[in-house]
T-cell receptor, first 111, second 112 residues
Framework: GDSVTQMEGPVTLSEEAFLTINCTYTATGYPSLFWYVQYPGEGLQLLLKATKADDKGSNKGFEATYRKETTSFHLEKGSVQVSDSAVYFCALNSGNTPLVFGKGTRLSVIA | SQTIHQWPATLVQPVGSPLSLECTVEGTSNPNLYWYRQAAGRGLQLLFYSVGIGQISSEVPQNLSASRPQDRQFILSSKKLLLSDSGFYLC???????????FGSGTRLTVV
């Protein structure tokens, strides 16, 4: 079945550092790919998405490019802020299957 | 605009007690509805989803059940809670199965 693998956390960075959170996937067909963010004590919010190969999703300074050749959708941000501290989830769905999530990566940004 | 409500926000229940968590969606018709559970260190696990009234798909066999008595209402239940049922339960909805979901604010359940 479909699956998502993302890098283990926690990730701790200083403010203004560059962020990369790796995500790779296994799926039949042509999935849509998503990044969700969960701030402490809250539900998940959609951060960005890409629906076809080579699409780049972007939002709030975060970016991710759908790479079909490497089955990857890595999340990047050039300069993180303390307010970016959260858990980040990579997810996919294809066909009529519900969203499948990775295990999440906790990011802590220190001032 | 569409909104999703989940309640209660937190719940502490003894082992063996029943459970009922409710989720409602406003501002849309015939949504797809989902229950996920987030347990420490285990990411998000899909428990149930529904594409219409009375239609429930179960992803993981366990002592939980779900029902959809109305178009925009999704209920998660248990007759007897186990310690392992503790976790953060999230309801979500989507227009189609294929695409992004909107999540509720979650219910943190602690079984003691």
């Amino acid at each position: 079945g479909d699956s998502v693998t993302q890098m283990e956390g926690p990730v701790t960075l200083s403010e203004e550092a560059f962020l990369t959170i790796n995500c790779t996937y296994t799926a039949t067909g042509y999935p849509s790919l998503f990044w969700y963010v969960q701030y402490p004590g809250e539900g998940l919010q959609l951060l960005l998405k890409a629906t076809k190969a080579d699409d780049k999703g972007s939002n709030k300074g975060f970016e991710a490019t759908y790479r079909k050749e490497t089955t990857s959708f890595h999340l990047e941000k050039g300069s993180v802020q303390v307010s970016d501290s959260a858990v980040y989830f990579c997810a996919l769905n294809s066909g009529n299957t519900p969203l499948v999530f990775g295990k999440g990566t906790r990011l802590s940004v220190i001032a | 605009s569409q909104t999703i409500h989940q309640w209660p926000a937190t719940l502490v229940q003894p082992v063996g007690s029943p459970l009922s968590l409710e989720c409602t969606v406003e501002g849309t018709s015939n949504p797809n509805l989902y229950w996920y559970r987030q347990a420490a260190g285990r990411g998000l696990q899909l428990l149930f989803y529904s594409v219409g009234i009375g239609q429930i798909s179960s992803e993981v066999p366990q002592n939980l059940s779900a029902s959809r008595p109305q178009d925009r209402q999704f209920i998660l239940s248990s007759k007897k809670l186990l310690l392992s049922d503790s976790g953060f339960y999230l309801c979500a909805w989507s227009v189609q199965t294929y695409g992004g979901y909107t999540f509720g604010s979650g219910t943190r359940l602690t079984v003691v």
